[in-house]
């Protein structure tokens, strides 16, 4: 994981539950789209594949090998140095023997040659791409074996579970491996970036593993997208482990490339330097007041500084993740997202939006999208409603009229929304802009 911002100026965003979905909806009802009480509504579809137990003596084997290999390389595998070169070589070996077709793409950082590499796993609908990945770079100061040797360690071997069971998925599956993401996330960026603006909508979900064996560890889930946190957070409460919301990573790892594209992300996080509460030691072992990595961008951050049951607990997590949403179908045409959260209309004040999260369907929206609307309000004359599609192009459904001082908004429009992408967050947007009136979006839903 990058240094925070404070150290390392680069763009600093803060994730929230209102991105887009991966529609998992397909395989789990009433999924949130924005907050517990919002939800993506699809028809139901049959259970995925139960993904096998990930033997920790694999992962941690991939770890011995990454510490061999800076070891014999200056004490690193940063950006630019021979010990990352030498990681890449090893995953890639690894994957090329067990089935993948991988790809080492190259770029340009602070005046040395960079790699990502890519591994695709056949079969799969080439429209439903769901990605994992983690950046396989160090700092320069040590051997990164959790920041973040056990990211790259966990979806190794996870990939090659896939292997082993020979798994024939109903999503294409792509593992990724980041370089430079230390120097802030240029790898991630620039495959991202590469991508024509139909390959990205093709990308279902990306997830990220960055830190999962923290030696103080805490049992942190990304919340950009609820569909994916819900996979993870269901699979901890069925093992009695209890989850926090990550924060500490926000915008500081590779997922925050593909977010910031408009592709739906989630991962897995143990902690960093922030120091473990009270509370959190109750709630999962370990020591109070000391940081959740102790060795975080340090040289001692090497095999010893890893806790095996993190390790283990989440390369478990991780596999299941990509089993249960990689071999679900794929959300059907005519499935209606909804969000029925309550969301108060100032009088004659700014507007207020409303988020439905749409993933899983395959290039753009249609051209007669339906937008069904119920506003509640004294004197719908005074309000302006429009729809934002995912890149913010804001389609006009109704406008104020002062004649008109009738209750309530319930009305379904039709929209062209052909030239949008239909993945991504798309807001109801409603301002009341004369006074007097009160009122409040009840729900709105979108049926493609």
């Given amino acids: 994981m990058t240094t925070p911002r404070s150290t390392l100026p680069r763009p600093f965003r803060r ?63 940063a950006h630019g140095r021979p010990g990352y070169k030498a990681s890449l070589d090893y995953v890639r070996a690894k994957l090329d023997a067990a089935g993948f077709t991988t790809t080492v793409q190259q770029f340009t950082s602070s005046g040395a040659t960079g790699y990502n590499l890519i591994a695709d796993w056949p079969g799969g609908d080439p429209n439903q791409v769901l990605m994992a990945g983690a950046h396989l770079d160090s700092v320069s100061s040590g051997p990164g074996i959790n920041d973040n040797g056990s990211g790259s360690a966990a979806v190794l071997e996870t990939a090659l579970a896939v292997s082993r069971a020979q798994l024939q998925p109903t ?12 120097l802030g996330l240029v790898g991630s960026k620039y495959y991202v970036n590469s991508l024509a603006t139909g390959d990205r909508s093709r990308i279902a979900g990306y997830i990220n593993l960055d830190m999962v064996g923290s030696p103080n560890p805490g049992y942190f889930v990304y919340d950009d997208d609820p569909a994916i946190e819900k996979v993870f957070k269901d699979w901890y409460a069925g093992i009695g482990v209890p989850t926090e919301i990550e924060t500490e990573g926000d915008g500081r790892s590779d997922h925050a490339s593909f977010k910031n594209a408009g592709i739906p992300v989630g991962g897995l996080f143990t902690g960093a330097s922030r120091t473990k509460t009270a509370a959190q030691a109750t709630k999962w072992g370990g020591t109070a007041g000391q940081a959740f990595d102790r060795c975080y961008h340090s040289s001692c951050d090497t095999t010893t500084n890893i806790n095996d049951t993190a390790l283990d607990r989440n390369s478990d997590a991780l596999a299941h993740a990509v089993w249960t949403l990689g071999t679900t179908t794929s959300t059907p045409p005519g499935s209606t997202y909804e969000n029925t959260t309550d969301v108060a209309v100032p009088d004659n004040g700014a507007a207020v939006t409303s988020t439905v999260s749409v993933t899983d369907r395959a290039g753009n929206a249609p051209a007669t999208l339906q937008v069904g609307v119920d506003i509640k309000h004294t004197w719908r004359g005074d309000l302006v409603v429009d729809l934002l599609a995912p890149d913010g192009t804001a389609y006009r459904l109704k406008n104020s009229s002062s004649s008109d001082s009738a209750d309530n908004v319930i009305a379904t429009y039709t929209v062209n929304a052909s030239a949008e992408t239909a993945n991504g967050a798309w807001r109801l947007r409603v301002q009341d802009v004369a006074a007097q009136d009160t009122g409040y979006i009840d729900s709105w839903k979108l049926t493609f």
């Fill in 171 to 182: 999503r294409h599956l792509r593992f990724a491996w980041w370089g430079a993401e230390e």
């Fill in 15 to 77: 994730r929230t539950a209102t991105v887009a979905t991966l529609a998992v909806a397909a395989l789990l009802a009433a999924v949130p789209a924005t907050s517990a009480t919002a939800r993506d509504r699809a028809p139901d579809a049959p259970q995925a594949l139960a993904a096998p137990d990930i033997p920790l003596a694999n992962v941690k084997a991939h770890l011995t090998q990454f510490q061999s290999i800076a070891t014999a390389n200056g004490g690193n595998r």
